[in-house]
């Protein structure tokens, strides 16, 4: 294979994984418009009950944040 076709080659491979690539992007774009992320709210109960349990264990300890883990 001469220098011409194996730069040839290489051009095609690049130009069709950006080609791949740009179209996984558009399909992960419309997947996340059309289903967006909800963002999970805490009631007051949840947060009483976690500074109860806190109290608990830990006498005089005040709960200042609470983060959902996923």
Do not use: H, K, Y
């Amino acid at each position: 294979m001469d220098v011409t076709g194996l730069f040839s080659a290489c051009l095609i491979a690049l130009i069709a994984v950006f080609g791949l690539l740009s179209l996984l992007a558009a399909i992960m774009r419309l997947i996340t418009t059309l289903f967006p992320v909800r963002e999970a709210r805490i009631d007051s109960a949840v947060v009483a009950a976690i500074s109860t349990a806190v109290a608990s264990v830990w006498p005089g300890a005040q709960v200042s944040r609470i983060e959902e883990e996923s």
